[in-house]
C-alpha cells in the first residue's frame, strides 16, 4: 500500500482541522438522495437485512447511519473524532454511538451481524491489520464486512505516485515535515489481507463518484482536468475518463468497494 503524504506549514494541526471542518459539515446537510445515489447502494441493499445489527465502523457525520436507519436498518456508530460524534448526538439523540477507534471496537466477540467501514481503513496509520483482526472478532461467523478505500489505480502508478514522491523529496529537501494522510491500497494486496485476516472475499468493484461529468480521482489527482465546479471535469478530463472507463474502471476509479464474509 502507498502512504499518501501532506505537507503542511508550520504549527497547523491536520487533526484539528478536519475534526473542526467534519464538526460544521453536519449530516442533518446531506439528503438520503445522496446516499440513495452511490453506484453501491445497490450492493450494500443486497447484503444487509433489516432484523439484524451492523457497525458502521469511523461513522463521521453520520450519513450513512441516518440514510440506513430511514432505511428502516439497525446501525449503530463508532468513531474516534469526539467533537463530530458529538454534532451528530446533537442532531438524532437516538444514534447509538460510541467514542472508539477501529482497532479497540467495544463489542464483544461474535456480536455483529455485519461492518460497515466507508472511506475509514485508509486512516488506520500502520495498523490496518490489527483493525481487520478487530472487525473479525466483533464480527459473527458468515456476517459480512462492507468496505470502501481507496486504491493505487493504473494511472496512479503511472503518473501520480511517481510525481508525489518527487515531491515529497523536494519538500523534505526544502526543511518540511512530511505527515501521513491516508494509503492508497493495492487491490490484489488489500484483497490478500482480507484473506489472511479471517475473510472471504465475495464481491469486488470499482468506486467512483456517480456523476457522469465528475470523477473524484482525476479531479483531486490532476489539477489540470478540474473544471468549474467541485469534481466536475473540464473537456480534457471528460476524454480522458472516457477512454479509460471504455478500456477499464479501475484504470482510473478512485475507489473499490469490497464485500466479504466471516468466515
Ligand atoms: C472520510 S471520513 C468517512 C466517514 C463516513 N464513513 C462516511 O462515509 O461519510 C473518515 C472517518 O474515519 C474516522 N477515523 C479515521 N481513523 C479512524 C480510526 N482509527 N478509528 C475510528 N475512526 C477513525 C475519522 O474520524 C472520520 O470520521
Not at 38 to 67: N, T, V
Request: glycine share 6%; charged share 25%; aromatic share 12%.
Amino acid at each position: 500500500m502507498y502512504k499518501l503524504e501532506k505537507f503542511y506549514p508550520k504549527g497547523f494541526d491536520p487533526a484539528r482541522y478536519w475534526e473542526d471542518r467534519y464538526a460544521q459539515e453536519h449530516a442533518a446537510g446531506k439528503s438520503s438522495e445522496e446516499y440513495a445515489k452511490q453506484e453501491f447502494w445497490p450492493l450494500m441493499e443486497k447484503y444487509l437485512s433489516k432484523e439484524k445489527l451492523y457497525l458502521d465502523a469511523g461513522c463521521g457525520i453520520g450519513g450513512w447511519i441516518i440514510f440506513l436507519k430511514e432505511q428502516g436498518y439497525n446501525v449503530e456508530g463508532i468513531d474516534f473524532a469526539a467533537r463530530t460524534l458529538r454534532a451528530l448526538i446533537e442532531y438524532d439523540p437516538d444514534l447509538k454511538l460510541k467514542m472508539a477507534t477501529m482497532t479497540g471496537i467495544p463489542y464483544a466477540d461474535s456480536s455483529l451481524d455485519g461492518l460497515l467501514s466507508i472511506g475509514t481503513l485508509e486512516y488506520v496509520k500502520d495498523k490496518v491489520p490489527m483493525a481487520l483482526k478487530e472487525v473479525n472478532r466483533v464480527l459473527k461467523k458468515d456476517a459480512v464486512f462492507f468496505m470502501e478505500v481507496p486504491i493505487a489505480n493504473t494511472l496512479r502508478n503511472l503518473i501520480y505516485i511517481p510525481l508525489k514522491k518527487i515531491e515529497r523529496m523536494i519538500k523534505v529537501a526544502q526543511g518540511l515535515q512530511p505527515t501521513f494522510s491516508n494509503y492508497l491500497f493495492e487491490k490484489e494486496n488489500f484483497l490478500t489481507l482480507l484473506k489472511e485476516n479471517g475473510f472471504e472475499v465475495l464481491e469486488v468493484k470499482p468506486h467512483e463518484l456517480p456523476d457522469k461529468n465528475s470523477h473524484y480521482c482525476l479531479y483531486v489527482d490532476y489539477p489540470f482536468l478540474r473544471g468549474n465546479e467541485p469534481y466536475k471535469l473540464n473537456i480534457l478530463g471528460k476524454l480522458i475518463k472516457k477512454v479509460a472507463n471504455a478500456i477499464s474502471p479501475w484504470i482510473a476509479s478512485t475507489g473499490m468497494v469490497v464485500v466479504a464474509k466471516k468466515l
